[in-house]
């Protein structure tokens, strides 16, 4: 980045221009870092055209996977970012952080049924105490989520998430297991969820991307596998999205964590019913990085998350 900054004019770039190159290398859409910024469509387009006149390089392409950076950009994303990190802390660590005057985004890796147990009661608080505060989600790996909570692109992760390195503070919010989620009116169960009904019954799997869901599968195949059983899986599924619809206009069964059932029940009528082995338990808890660790904006809004969530077992 020096040799590229060298051969330019520093003057002819402001700290807002680097923000918007920040905010497309994450999002890949001017429209999303128009929101985040809270810029309009025309300021982003404006700032673009800036950068790429700056640095003699498009910088970023339209794609049918949205703006994607050229190499020039991605060349200049990690000392951008860094920088642009160490700018923030710098500025934000000695000032106080008012919920109801703050105006800031924070970011949250967590997994698709994550978003739904979670995000419907946190923004409720956040529209009532901080109505300045935006929420980004984002969808990647748990490596990944690492890589960029260390770098300052991601400030927290919800859920259950035990392979993460050194650096990081964890904590606990409640205890989770699991449920059997079928329609209402099933042919076959009723009353309770007997283990031969089980054993013969149709099942939906689905494998979110974030989590480990598939400890409680493996613990599912094992019960089969000692009851001398085949498991009949009629649909695997990469994640929750549509899956009331699906289990109620069919007489599948799925096995999903007790707050992920309440929540699909009310969207459908459905019915949980206690599996009929002991299933795994788990903790679900929130995660940081120790770059965030004092920061008052991420102590705020973690105190916000346990408060919401923590001891709901």
């Avoid at 860094?82 to 008012?98: C, K, N, S, T, Y």
């Avoid at 924070?106 to 409720?124: N, V």
């Avoid at 999903?256 to 082995?277: E, Q």
Wanted: glycine share 6%; net charge negative; hydrophobic share 45%.
């Amino acid at each position: 980045m020096q040799d590229c900054l060298a051969e330019m004019n520093l003057r002819s770039l402001d700290l807002n221009l680097l923000l918007v190159f920040e905010s497309l290398l994450r999002t890949r859409s001017t429209t999303v870092t128009a929101e985040e910024l809270n810029l309009t469509q025309s300021a982003v387009s404006n700032a673009l055209k800036r950068l790429r006149l700056a640095f003699g390089d498009p910088l970023f392409v339209k794609t049918p996977q949205g703006m994607l950076p050229t190499d020039l950009a991605a060349s200049l994303a990690p000392p951008v970012t860094e920088g642009l990190g160490l700018i923030r802390g710098a500025v934000e660590a000695p000032q106080d952080f008012v919920p109801a005057n703050a105006q800031r985004t924070f970011r949250l890796y967590l997994s698709d049924i994550g978003q739904l147990i979670f995000m419907p009661k946190l923004m409720a608080t956040l529209a009532v105490e901080a109505p300045g505060v935006r929420i980004v989600t984002v969808d990647t790996t748990p490596r990944e989520a690492q890589n960029a909570m260390a770098m300052g692109d991601i400030d927290l992760t919800l859920g259950l998430f035990t392979r993460f390195s050194s650096g990081f503070h964890q904590q606990r919010l409640f205890r989770e297991h699991y449920v059997a989620l079928v329609r209402e009116g099933h042919p076959t169960i009723r009353g309770e969820l007997t283990a031969e009904t089980f054993l013969h019954a149709a099942h939906a799997v689905y494998r979110p991307t974030a989590g480990h869901h598939d400890v409680f599968e493996t613990a599912v195949e094992h019960w089969f596998a000692q009851s001398g059983q085949q498991r009949h899986v009629a649909l695997r599924m990469a994640h929750s999205m549509g899956l009331s619809a699906l289990i109620a206009a069919s007489d599948l069964v799925v096995c999903v964590p007790t707050r992920l059932g309440r929540a699909l029940k009310a969207a459908a009528d459905l019915r949980t019913y206690a599996l009929p082995f002991d299933g795994p338990e788990f903790d679900i808890s929130q995660l940081w990085h120790e770059r965030f660790h004092t920061d008052a904006g991420h102590r705020w809004l973690r105190s916000t998350i346990f408060r919401l969530f923590h001891g709901e077992d």
